[in-house]
């Protein structure tokens, strides 16, 4: 079975409940319809409740089971809501009118329900910069207990015929932190290589790339990533990692011989992490766009609960996917909890 069909009928055996806080983007309304059809997830679609309603019933998904509308500016929730708000930011200065105009934000809203238990996930982005859902998932949910960072990555698909090496991968941190330091690295490998187990049950082996391949570079950038590999090995001992070395020593066998013939990868990472966000942005799009892999993401982790973001260019069926990716998280939240 192919690492998309894993995620898509693994979520399907969940019963986790997700807010879409863009409810009235036809593209969510669409991936709201479909996820209910596949039982992906049951669906929270936050925003107008009138033009929600219209548009959801245009779309054939009116009569649909597992699909609730709810409404911030016209909510029973609203007084509760208020009240968390202002609990959570009365540090930063929010008064009761600041935080009773707050949760009118279908954003806040989302992040709201699944901090008080009424969704298991929230996905946005699909019209909203990233700055602001990441904000917001940070101010609201807030980070795991565990997590001294929130980064993302990209579930990379290769599943095509021309895809010599088939299968899934993660390239990270490829939508978040912008100029990692070799701490914040390692932390990022860490995070992701639990990530992909977490999502399709593959053993990560994890490539911390760099320009240079076991020494053959000189630069205070190869320094950084050579520090962060000694701290990927202090923090887990038993994890199958190398750096530095380049992407094609890391990912082709026949290159790995050559260039780094004792690297515990051997040619076969699966989890890709990049110096910053310059390359491993640059990296997904060049794999998804000109080598036609299935980019899914990006997807945030280090969140107490799952909250994900969207590309703004994003289909329905990239909406579809990142609820089953954020089913799948909630799966772990909860047996964490």
């Not at 008064?95 to 009118?104: G, I, K, P, Y």
């Not at 609201?140 to 990555?153: D, E, H, K, Q």
């Given at each position: 079975?192919?690492?998309?069909?894993?995620?898509?009928?693994?979520?399907?055996?969940?019963?986790?409940?997700?807010?879409?806080?863009?409810?009235?983007?036809?593209?969510?309304?669409?991936?709201?319809?479909?996820?209910?059809?596949?039982?992906?997830?049951?669906?929270?679609?936050?925003?107008?409740?009138?033009?929600?309603?219209?548009?959801?019933?245009?779309?054939?998904?009116?009569?649909?089971?597992?699909?609730?509308?709810?409404?911030?500016?016209?909510?029973?929730?609203?007084?509760?809501?208020?009240?968390?708000?202002?609990?959570?930011?009365?540090?930063?200065?929010?008064?009761?009118?600041?935080?009773?105009?707050?949760?009118?934000?279908?954003?806040?809203?989302?992040?709201?329900?699944?901090?008080?238990?009424?969704?298991?996930?929230?996905?946005?982005?699909?019209?909203?910069?990233?700055?602001?859902?990441?904000?917001?998932?940070?101010?609201?949910?807030?980070?795991?207990?565990?997590?001294?960072?929130?980064?993302?990555?990209?579930?990379?698909?290769?599943?095509?015929?021309?895809?010599?090496?088939?299968?899934?991968?993660?390239?990270?941190?490829?939508?978040?932190?912008?100029?990692?330091n070799a701490r914040e690295m390692a932390e990022i490998a860490c995070a992701s290589a639990s990530s992909l187990n977490q999502l399709v049950g593959d053993t990560p082996r994890v490539a911390m790339l760099s320009f240079s391949t076991r020494g053959s570079a000189s630069h205070e950038k190869v320094t950084k990533v050579v520090e962060a590999t000694q701290l990927v090995r202090e923090m887990a001992p038993d994890m199958i990692v190398d750096g530095e070395i380049q992407f094609d020593a890391a990912f082709v066998p026949d290159v790995a011989k050559s260039k780094?013939?004792?690297?515990?990868?051997?040619?076969?990472?699966?989890?890709?992490?990049?110096?910053?966000?310059?390359?491993?942005?640059?990296?997904?799009?060049?794999?998804?766009?000109?080598?036609?892999?299935?980019?899914?993401?990006?997807?945030?982790?280090?969140?107490?609960?799952?909250?994900?973001?969207?590309?703004?260019?994003?289909?329905?069926?990239?909406?579809?996917?990142?609820?089953?990716?954020?089913?799948?998280?909630?799966?772990?939240?909860?047996?964490?909890?």
């Amino acid at each position: 079975m192919k690492p998309l069909q894993i995620l898509l009928a693994n979520a399907a055996k969940s019963d986790h409940k997700i807010a879409l806080s863009e409810g009235s983007d036809p593209r969510v309304i669409e991936a709201a319809i479909m996820a209910r059809k596949q039982k992906v997830a049951r669906i929270v679609l936050v925003g107008d409740a009138a033009e929600i309603c219209c548009k959801l019933a245009a779309a054939g998904g009116g009569a649909l089971d597992g699909i609730e509308i709810h409404d911030p500016t016209d909510t029973p929730l609203a007084e509760q809501m208020a009240g968390i708000y202002l609990e959570l930011r009365k540090h930063k200065g929010a008064t009761s009118e600041a935080a009773a105009a707050a949760v009118q934000n279908p954003h806040v809203f989302a992040a709201l329900l699944v901090r008080m238990g009424l969704a298991d996930g929230t996905v946005g982005g699909a019209a909203t910069p990233t700055a602001e859902i990441v904000r917001t998932a940070i101010q609201i949910i807030g980070t795991a207990p565990n997590a001294r960072l929130v980064s993302s990555f990209f579930l990379m698909l290769f599943c095509k015929d021309h895809h010599e090496t088939k299968g899934a991968h993660i390239f990270a941190d490829a939508g978040l932190v912008i100029e990692p330091n070799a701490r914040e690295m390692a932390e990022i490998a860490c995070a992701s290589a639990s990530s992909l187990n977490q999502l399709v049950g593959d053993t990560p082996r994890v490539a911390m790339l760099s320009f240079s391949t076991r020494g053959s570079a000189s630069h205070e950038k190869v320094t950084k990533v050579v520090e962060a590999t000694q701290l990927v090995r202090e923090m887990a001992p038993d994890m199958i990692v190398d750096g530095e070395i380049q992407f094609d020593a890391a990912f082709v066998p026949d290159v790995a011989k050559s260039k780094s013939p004792d690297s515990p990868l051997a040619g076969a990472a699966n989890v890709f992490i990049f110096p910053n966000l310059e390359s491993g942005n640059i990296a997904y799009k060049v794999a998804q766009r000109i080598g036609g892999a299935v980019a899914i993401g990006p997807i945030l982790q280090g969140l107490a609960k799952p909250a994900n973001d969207l590309s703004r260019g994003c289909t329905a069926e990239d909406i579809l996917h990142i609820i089953a990716v954020t089913t799948a998280q909630a799966d772990q939240s909860r047996s964490h909890s």
